[in-house]
């Protein structure tokens, strides 16, 4: 994807408990691809299936608004095939180009023109559409009595409907964690061990400088990903220590300054790895891409960044073995924190003329057999219990979130840490940073700043 979701939902520890024994992997889309993983089904008696006996054959055409063709072609393609010759559904799909796609929706909404299926990145506690929209809660579909959701995983599945309507509006089939994708040669190569607490970790980003590594890649030049050490930062020294802040960040009753010292420890860690000299030199003048390379190539041993950038570290060398393990800020004896992040569904458009036709679509695109199909598409780690995945890369992530304390989002997300409308950008925020514009302690007051504005306060 060309936009990185920072909207988030997620799996708390019991989805990756769960994922662990049965799956045994676009713009604030900002350029990410899912994670790798060879995918298959244990399931022919899908949910969808159970229910196709009873579908009515009448013909009728749904319209289907999306922007992720290129992303899942042979799954949505193999998808609306079976609608059609299985229950005489036709999907009248309108691929809208990612950076278009805000407008489109904000256009047809405004204009009572929604179709049948509508995709979406997500939506928060507050109702609010990734795509800068706030709907009616009755303008979708509960989805909650489709008969595929008994194949998700329930944590999923409770955080989809934590919101103020309570309901379960779409449902995420793929996730992703935030973590360390690294060279497994180069760690062999120069005898590292996973490490497992922030002082291992530092001393192996001190044996690998040693030898001339460079540790750690850093794509600075694009702002998201200067976000990804302090997000793993914040639910380590922030999240793991105030779990409740995060709602009252976003509602004012706290402020970033009354968590200033637990905040500035998780602004500091990656300007402190600056100062030692774990990344490359030119980290602003270097992109996503770029960074992805270095790693492999093994002129970096080291990414932090999302699952999804996989794909863009294995084009520079699809031989090149890459793992995953959880950042470890941890000291000896604490839980590492794992953020991880589940999102995009269809809608429904409870105003549809064909409202049940509707729900037997989406409830064969949720099926495990189709999603099968979409987590092959995706590369990405499924949230459908019955997909169980194969790849070694997606089962280091699977072990990872089973051993660490996930978090079902990281901070900005999900309508947490922040009241709607802020205007403080946090990317631009901490990429200056990084170039030493402004101080940790000027960020948290900006922040607050930009938070009680937005109140009215």
């Known amino acids: 994807m060309n936009r990185r979701k920072w909207a988030t939902a997620g799996l708390p520890l019991t989805m990756a408990a769960m994922l662990a024994t049965a799956c045994g992997g676009n713009t604030n889309d900002n350029g990410a691809q899912g994670t790798t993983g060879a995918v298959e089904t244990t399931a022919q008696e899908s949910a969808g299936a159970s229910q196709s006996a009873e579908v009515n054959k009448d013909p009728v055409t749904?319209?289907?608004?999306?922007?992720?063709?290129?992303?899942?072609?042979?799954?949505?393609?193999?998808?609306?095939?079976?609608?059609?010759?299985?229950?005489?559904?036709?999907?009248?799909?309108?691929?809208?180009?990612?950076?278009?796609?805000?407008?489109?929706?904000?256009?047809?909404?405004?204009?009572?023109?929604?179709?049948?299926?509508?995709?979406?990145?997500?939506?928060?506690?507050?109702?609010?559409?990734?795509?800068?929209?706030?709907?009616?809660?009755?303008?979708?579909?509960?989805?909650?009595?489709?008969?595929?959701?008994?194949?998700?995983?329930?944590?999923?599945?409770?955080?989809?409907?934590?919101?103020?309507?309570?309901?379960?509006?779409?449902?995420?089939?793929?996730?992703?964690?935030?973590?360390?994708?690294?060279?497994?040669?180069?760690?062999?190569?120069?005898?590292?061990?996973?490490?497992?607490?922030?002082?291992?970790?530092?001393?192996?980003?001190?044996?690998?400088?040693?030898?001339?590594?460079?540790?750690?890649?850093?794509?600075?030049?694009?702002?998201?990903?200067?976000?990804?050490?302090?997000?793993?930062?914040?639910?380590?020294?922030?999240?793991?220590?105030?779990?409740?802040?995060?709602?009252q960040l976003a509602d004012g009753s706290l402020k970033y300054a009354d968590l200033k010292e637990d905040v500035l420890k998780a602004l500091n860690v990656q300007l402190d790895w600056i100062d030692k000299g774990f990344f490359q030199k030119d980290i602003l003048g270097t992109d996503i891409n770029v960074a992805s390379q270095m790693v492999g190539t093994g002129k970096a041993a080291m990414l932090i960044n999302g699952t999804w950038q996989l794909g863009a570290v294995q084009a520079s060398n699809p031989d090149a073995e890459i793992g995953f393990f959880a950042l470890p800020l941890n000291a000896t004896g604490e839980k590492t924190i794992l953020p991880t992040s589940a999102d995009e569904g269809i809608l429904i458009n409870a105003k549809s003329k064909h409202l049940e036709k509707a729900k037997e679509a989406l409830n064969a695109y949720l099926s495990a057999e189709n999603q099968t199909l979409v987590i092959n598409d995706l590369k990405g780690i499924p949230t459908n219990t019955k997909v169980q995945v194969t790849d070694p890369f997606v089962k280091?992530?699977?072990?990872?979130?089973?051993?660490?304390?996930?978090?079902?989002?990281?901070?900005?997300?999900?309508?947490?840490?922040?009241?709607?409308?802020?205007?403080?950008?946090?990317?631009?925020?901490?990429?200056?940073?990084?170039?030493?514009?402004?101080?940790?302690?000027?960020?948290?007051?900006?922040?607050?700043?930009?938070?009680?504005?937005?109140?009215?306060?």
């Open 62 to 247: 749904l319209r289907y608004l999306t922007w992720d063709y290129s992303d899942r072609t042979v799954s949505t393609d193999a998808w609306i095939a079976s609608l059609k010759d299985s229950m005489q559904i036709t999907i009248d799909m309108q691929n809208v180009p990612t950076d278009q796609y805000n407008v489109t929706l904000k256009t047809k909404y405004a204009a009572t023109d929604l179709p049948d299926l509508v995709k979406t990145h997500g939506i928060d506690r507050k109702l609010n559409l990734s795509e800068k929209l706030t709907i009616d809660p009755d303008q979708f579909v509960d989805l909650s009595d489709l008969p595929a959701i008994a194949d998700f995983v329930p944590s999923v599945i409770q955080d989809r409907k934590s919101n103020e309507a309570g309901k379960l509006y779409y449902v995420p089939v793929s996730t992703n964690a935030l973590g360390v994708l690294y060279n497994k040669k180069t760690f062999a190569d120069n005898g590292i061990a996973i490490p497992t607490t922030l002082n291992d970790f530092i001393a192996a980003c001190e044996k690998l400088n040693s030898a001339g590594v460079t540790p750690i890649a850093a794509g600075f030049k694009d702002s998201w990903t200067t976000q990804i050490i302090p997000f793993i930062a914040f639910g380590q020294f922030v999240n793991a220590k105030h779990p409740e802040a995060k709602a």
């Open 396 to 457: 280091e992530v699977q072990a990872a979130m089973a051993a660490a304390d996930v978090q079902s989002d990281w901070w900005g997300g999900n309508g947490y840490y922040q009241p709607s409308g802020t205007a403080f950008s946090m990317d631009k925020s901490i990429q200056n940073l990084i170039a030493k514009g402004t101080t940790p302690e000027q960020f948290i007051a900006d922040y607050d700043a930009a938070n009680a504005k937005a109140l009215g306060k």
